[in-house]
Structure formats: structure tokens, C-alpha cells
């Protein structure tokens, strides 16, 4: 059989084998056609995730039950009680972290669900470096919790480090952090209790005959991945892989549809003997034999992340996401293993929530891999064999934004050149990613494709008025202008911590909450204190609008000075105008003090 040399290379995942690649790593493979690898990772670095405190969810299925990840970029997030209600209800026992969200961890409390917390990437320098710094995040984010009858299992340190996108950014930080968390651990007497590991992007490993007997780890990184992978081995953890199938149909138009799937009519694959149905199969067992290779033959294996996508790409759908989540879940629950390794294997699923926040660089499908839309409502039918129905539980009590939409106005002409503007502007900052070829809203026409892009940026601002006007070409209807499969959604209410485009995480709207305070309590010592209802309403008013328009300069990292600034600088604009509307006299001078002017050129995205 012929082999087949390919690049692969992504941002969310990637796959190794026939068609073999992903998203955002590179790597080079030879692969035989029919016999796909995959692997997947995530882009999400700390500072991305600083700016959504409540996450998101994925899942698991292991030898002790059901368990799920809980991701962050979600312009509107679930309350994480409502997220723990639906873990609960669903049958799910286990819940993986990116961090370790105090919110999420506090709602978890007496669940008795297993707890896997992370560190960030962008920590791990800080963890390689420092013993007290690596003893601090314990106490903090596992002791503290632990107390609180969190049930934390397992501290992830980093998330696909090795990726190969990343150009070895944390080869040498990896490793110590590894080491200064466990002796963190060990000193605070919780190393029997709590293990670590190291989540891996599959293209951690490779083979060089295209079947996974040729398995062995990625010949540039193998000494750090040895040395981390034994050192997991020798303090009995877990080595935990993200793998990918959907990647592969992704990115090799001419890879087989069927061997994606664990019930496919593909042609199977024969490594001497042994004989391979399915891709899922073949990556895992590539993975054992580069294990066994190493001296490991019988180092515990969790695939952190397995899943499809239900839109954005043509082979993104309910159909095949239905299908194949089902597929895996049936799989597993057999608790036949693969034919390398026997028995049940433990798995986390990908992922329960939708996340709109999720960078598209891999592809449109990204922030589709959800189980359920962003409102914790399912997508299809799902037997997970935990529940009495065998149906999906959704979420519930939840509150919805009013039933309106922004549209595309009748009387607007086509031609008018602010509406490719205006949409360019509103797919940027809302999400366009269900427009296109083979998606859920590929079949709109062009008036209503429009409608979609204002629609996704109107319901992701709040419903604000000033989000549904682009120049004289949007109105608001009550009129619901779903079709068919397009889905032209109303948007939840925004928890406190979540729509962190408009106002941050759960501190920033108490910080703001408090800046409200010290205006008022400024601005009638300053004299306008009859302004200062209005004034507030208005300023209010224009950090929420402003608030879409100012990436990449979120509001957390504008210092407070700025925005009082920024707010008494408005109160100041609107006494004048207040003053001149009764009979005063307008200064003919700018009212903005030099600190307000140095102030806005730094940050003047936020103080408009």
C-alpha cells in the first residue's frame, strides 16, 4: 500500500495517519492510506482565558463512569451551578478543567464529581522557575478546594505543551513545573489523593510505517517526552492524549467517511494481524506501542478530548456528530478497549457546550463541537446510558434575552456599499461561522445572510439598540427569520461573569459596580450631583457599546484610573451640554484634561 507523506498542521487538533492531519500544530507524517491518526488541541492560552472567568463543557467516559471537560470562551457562559446541575443530571461523574475557575470550583462543592483542574501554559515558566510560586497554586487552587469538599483528582499541567505549532515554547518549562507541582503536592500531603499529567496533543507521537506498530514518540521531542511521560509513570499518572477523527476528513478530502466512524463499511487495516476498523483505534494503539517501545507497556492511558463538530464545514453536522458520539459512547460502554489494550477506556468527550468565543484559525467548525448549543439545549439525540429516558437532560430555569432579532431592512438596496462593511464589521465581532458551504445556514440567500451577521452581532451585545444600527440598512423585528436548519438564535441573559465582551468577568463587574459608587460619590463633590444619574446611564451605556469594539483591549486591562477618567470625562461632557441646553455658557475649549487626553490616546478605544 502506497504511503502517504503529509504536513499537518492546526490550531485545535490534528491527526496523524491516511489524510492524517489537524489543526494547530505541524508535523510531519508517512501514513497509509485507510489508517488515520488523529489528535486535536485546543487554542486557549491564559490570556485568553483571563477575560471569561465561567467555562465550558466537554466529556468522559472512563472505567468509573461518565466525565466531562469545562471549557471558558463562551461570550455568554452558563452559570456554573446550571452547568453542575446539567453534570449531575446527565449522569456525568467526572469534569475536566482548563484552569481552576473558582466559580466553577465552588459550584462543584459536596457534587462528589471527579475534578481534574489545570494550569495555563502561560504559567508554566512561573511554575518551572519557582518552588513557593508552584506551592502557592496548591494551596490556593487544590488544598483550599479540597477543604471545600471539592473532589479534585488531578492537576493538568499545561495543555498540549509539545504541540508542534508552538515551536518548542515550553519544552524546557514543562518538565520542571511538572516536577514543582508534584513536590508541591507531595508537601502539602496530598500525592496519594492528587496526580498530575501533562494533556498531549497526539502529534506527541508518530509512525513511521503508517500502522500503529511503527509507533514511537515524535523524533524532536522524544528525549522531553520520555523524561516527562516516565516521570508520570514512576508517580502513578496517567498519560492523557487529545484525539481527533473529524481532522482528518478535515483536511484530506480523499480520506474515507467511513473509517471515521466505529460502525463504517471502511476497508480495514492489517498490522501483522491485527486488524483495524476504525481510526480511533489505530491512533490509540499507536500510542501504546509508543509506550511499550519506551519501557511503559502499562502506563494508564485518558484521552482528554474526543469529539465532532455539529456546523461550520461540511462534514460538520448533527448527522455525523450525532453518529459519532454515539458511536463512542456505545463503543466504550462495552468496556471492550482496543486491540492493544483491553478494557474500558477513559475518554473525555468533545464537548458538551457550544463556545462562540473560540478562535477560528483551525476552521469555521471550532466553535461547534458541542453537544449542546450555547443555552444548554441538546443538538440531537444522545444515549449516554446514565439517564432513565436515555435522552439528553438540557439545561434549565434558564432566561432568555426578548424574542427580537436584527435584520436586513426591506427597503435597503443591495448595492449599497455600507452593507458588506457592516457585515464584514458584524461577523468580526459576532459569529458567522453557520454561513457557508455545507452548513446549517448554507442555504440562505444573500439578504438573509446578511440578516444572520447582524442578528449574531445584535444578540451577542445584549440586544442593545445601538447594536442592531447599521447605517440605514438593520431594523428590529419580532418576527423570528429561522429557517429550515438556520437557526437565528436569541441570546441568553449574560451571567455577571459571563458576555465578557460588555462587561468581564465576575471582578471586573464587581470593580465596576464600585467605580459606579466612587463616580457618584465624586461627581457630587464635584458639584453635579443632579448629573449624575444621567451621566452614569450614559457612560454606562458607552462602555457597553464600545465594549465589541475594543479587542484586543479588554476592560480588565484598562487600569481603573483610566476608566474614572474616562467616566468623569462624560459627566463633565454631559453638565456642559446639560448647562448650555438651559441658558449657560459652552466653554470654547475642549472640557478633556491633559490626563483624560494622555489617557484616551493610550486607551481610547474605552474612553469614547
Known sequence: MKHLFVRSSRTHSQTIGLGGSFFKKKGTFFLKPYLLLSMKNPYTTGVCRIFVLIPFLYWVESVNG???????????PLPPETVVKMLVDNGIQKVKLFDADYGALRALSKS??????????????????????????VSKNVSTHLSNSVNIRYVAVGNEPFLATYNGSFLRTTFPALQNIQTALVKAGLANRVKVTVPQNADVYESSTGVPSGGDFRADIHDYIFQITKFLNDNGSPFTVNIYPFISLYIDSNFPVEYAFFDGQATPVNDGGTTYTNMFDANYDTLVWALQKNGLPNMGIIVGEIGWPSDGDRNGNNEYAQRFMQGFMTRTAGGKGTPMRQGPIEA??????????????????????????YDGQPKYSLNLGTTTTGALVPARDLKYLQRKWCVLKDSAKMDDPSISQSVSYACALGDCTSLGYGT???????????????????????????????????TVTKDDPSTGTCRFGIMIEPYYSGAHKLLGSGGYVAGLALLLLTVLIRTKAAGFAPLASD?????TSSLIRVAAECSPVHPIQVPWSSIII??????????LKT???????????????HAAEVEEERYGCWLR
Not at 451621566?535 to 457612560?539: A, D, E, H, N, R
Open 66 to 76: 461518565i466525565g466531562a471537560n469545562w471549557g471558558t470562551q463562551s461570550s455568554h
Open 112 to 137: 462528589r464529581i471527579e475534578v481534574m483542574v489545570g494550569i495555563p501554559n502561560d504559567l508554566l515558566a512561573t511554575m518551572a522557575t519557582s518552588t513557593k510560586a508552584a506551592e502557592k497554586w
Open 348 to 373: 473525555y468527550l468533545f464537548s458538551l457546550i457550544d463556545e462562540d468565543e473560540k478562535s477560528i484559525q483551525p476552521g469555521n467548525f471550532e466553535r461547534h463541537w458541542g453537544v449542546f448549543y
Open 440 to 474: 446549517s445556514c448554507g442555504g440562505l440567500d444573500a439578504q438573509q445572510n446578511i440578516s444572520y451577521a447582524f442578528n449574531s452581532y445584535y444578540q451577542k451585545n445584549n440586544q442593545l439598540d445601538e447594536a442592531c444600527k447599521f447605517p440605514n440598512v438593520s
Open 535 to 539: 451621566g452614569l446611564k450614559i457612560w
Open 566 to 575: 474616562g467616566a468623569l470625562h462624560t459627566l463633565k461632557e454631559q453638565e
Open 579 to 593: 448647562s448650555q441646553s438651559r441658558g449657560g455658557v459652552h466653554s470654547p475649549h475642549s472640557s478633556k484634561t
